[in-house]
């Protein structure tokens, strides 16, 4: 035991983790475990956007999940969408159009040619699945597929095409091609963590992205983002650095490029942050009717240590066995005392969000969950699906 050293309150002591005061907050969030000093400019960003996040968060508490206007920024959106993947049929009628008026001259089909490519390069990219995936398939996790499955009938959301699994400390929806077949993505990490009814809350959340009316998962806007994605991992510039006039050149030009498709996504992110925040609350709002309001706001919690469990998250890793890796972090989490869990959630509350993030803070996330329904939950796990996941 120490004594608080600005309020003089009793404080236990745990060489594990930081000593701290839920008094007065001293400690909460030591010098050395903070990120470096923010600039002002950063500094007054994320409050401005943690302001909009407390807005948005009050407002539905008063108005409900229904968002009954449509706003500029939406509008903008779409707008900005439909140029962006109207880009190429542009190039291409350019392209004709300098050959009928240059007569197909030589010079009128070389210009046309480089149109046409560039077309090629800037066609829409609707998602593709990444060969390097580790996907699970119906035979491999029979009964992961039949839990998923009564997860999207209480929902009424489709059935993934396939599962990946992968060592981030995630869960994502993800819609692939032109037809958005569902891709459902579970980090290992964050799975081993959760018991047996908040893996269904997490389920529930990612499902929900389908039935939540998330622009950023639909055709269009989905599609222009997904666009953008791509002709930015095409346009980076190089890292190798060559002396020639071409390459330099070419190196200046790609810089161009990248710097006004990294303007563009920015400013699509800002547009659609205020109603992406408002579908992660809906899905949240599904999850805690599927898996019910405590097993939601358990996995919520949880989000909350990712931090505190990189480190276990890097030994797992380092372990050649799979079985290990699974067991070292489910091991850290449930070590973990109820004291360091708070201190967390309030250092995330300080923290709050980025002006381009997709999520609201977790902790008005959790707020937002505690004022659902506390109804029975309409998927559970039975004791045979519980130890098969395990």
Known sequence: ??????????????????????????????????????????????????????????????????????????VLTYALALALLLIPLGLLGLGWLLLVISDFSPVGIVLAAILAATAAVTRPRFGRR???????????APTLYAVVDRICAAEGARPPAHIVVEGNFNAATRFVGLRRRVEL???????????????????AHEIGHQVNG????????????????????????????????????????????ATLLMAVKRGMELLVARPHQRAEYRADSVASRVAGRDA?????????????????????RSRGSGDDAYHIVRDHITSIPERERERLRRVAARQGSQVDASHPPTPLRMEWVATTPSTK?????????SAALE
């Open 1 to 74: 035991m120490t004594t608080c050293p600005q309020c003089g309150a009793t404080l236990p002591t745990d060489p594990r983790y930081v000593t701290w005061c839920d008094a007065c907050d001293w400690n909460v969030e030591p010098r050395g475990a903070a990120k470096k000093e923010e600039r002002p400019r950063e500094k007054r960003r994320r409050e401005r956007a943690l302001q909009r996040a407390q807005r948005l968060h009050d407002e539905m508490r008063t108005q409900g999940l229904e968002d009954r206007h449509v706003d500029a920024g939406r």
């Open 130 to 140: 990444n060969k390097r995936d580790i996907t699970v398939d119906r035979g491999a």
């Open 185 to 203: 993505r579970i980090g290992v990490p964050l799975w081993a963590m959760l018991d047996d009814q908040q893996r269904v809350a997490v389920l």
């Open 214 to 257: 998330d622009s950023m998962h639909g055709l269009v806007v989905g599609g222009a983002y997904s666009t953008l994605i791509e002709l930015l991992l095409l346009f980076m510039p190089s890292r190798v650095h060559r002396v020639t006039f071409g390459a330099a050149m070419s190196e200046l030009l790609r810089r161009g490029v």
């Open 296 to 316: 939601t706001a358990g996995m919520l919690r949880t989000l909350l240590l990712c931090e505190s469990c990189s480190y276990a998250i890097q030994r797992a």
């Open 377 to 385: 939950p309409l998927v559970t796990m039975t004791p045979g699906e």
